[in-house]
T-cell receptor, first 113, second 114 residues
Framework: QKEVEQDPGPLSVPEGAIVSLNCTYSNSAFQYFMWYRQYSRKGPELLMYTYSSGNKEDGRFTAQVDKSSKYISLFIRDSQPSDSATYLC?????????????FGKGTKLSVIP | DAGITQSPRHKVTETGTPVTLRCHQTENHRYMYWYRQDPGHGLRLIHY???????DKGEVSDGYSVSRSKTEDFLLTLESATSSQTSVYFC?????????????FGNGTRLTVT
């Protein structure tokens, strides 16, 4: 079992829909949870960052972490065509080795006008 | 793009040839990283640097070497390129390892080994 599992999609939704992206993980040592957005032919850019469990909201984006279930989610409200991209989850331990991010494979999202 | 320039952006090379990819940053960040991105594997860390002349191996370092002679430049060398090293290579930088939220990526080098 890979440390981080992410459904690669592709996922296609109409403009204005609520999008739910998810990752599961197996390593209970993970403490930092991130979502990156990657447009075609570009590098990933950090979208959301959460430490330990709980929710974090930033505009139309909400990140949720459930450490008991080893499950993280990213919700996008009122999705826009500009949200069309690949979304990568990433995780790391705390302390020594915290630079070692473990990435999911990414979910490709298309928002149709 | 957080002041990160990768060169070349695209390269085609033959099996067995050495290849060097360059990452240049203008942010004066201490930490620099090389990742590769492959379908079915996601992003994987190859090598990283925590200062001039200070480097260490990542998850998939076999067949790769790195050098950092200046703060701003981090070179990745494929000593003898193989078809399995066909990939997109990303350089990343960060100010600190305490919070990896500071990781910023370049736009990648697409390498094809024929």
């Amino acid at each position: 079992q890979k440390e981080v599992e992410q459904d690669p999609g592709p996922l296609s939704v109409p403009e204005g829909a609520i999008v739910s992206l998810n990752c599961t993980y197996s390593n209970s040592a993970f403490q930092y949870f991130m979502w990156y957005r990657q447009y075609s032919r570009k590098g990933p850019e950090l979208l959301m960052y959460t430490y330990s469990s709980g929710n974090k909201e930033d505009g139309r984006f909400t990140a949720q972490v459930d450490k008991s279930s080893k499950y993280i989610s990213l919700f996008i409200r009122d999705s826009q065509p500009s949200d069309s991209a690949t979304y990568l989850c990433a995780m790391s331990r705390s302390g020594a080795g915290s630079y070692q991010l473990t990435f999911g494979k990414g979910t490709k999202l298309s928002v149709i006008p | 793009d957080a002041g990160i320039t990768q060169s070349p952006r695209h390269k085609v090379t033959e099996t067995g040839t050495p290849v060097t990819l360059r990452c240049h940053q203008t942010e004066n960040h201490r930490y620099m990283y090389w990742y590769r991105q492959d379908p079915g594997h996601g992003l994987r860390l190859i090598h990283y640097s925590y200062g001039v002349k200070d480097t260490d191996k990542g998850e998939v370092s076999d067949g790769y070497s790195v050098s950092r002679s200046k703060t701003e430049d981090f070179l990745l060398t494929l000593e003898s390129a193989t078809s399995s090293q066909t990939s997109v290579y990303f350089c990343a930088i960060s100010e600190s390892t305490k919070t990896v939220s500071s990781l910023h990526f370049g736009n990648g080098t697409r390498l094809t080994v024929t």
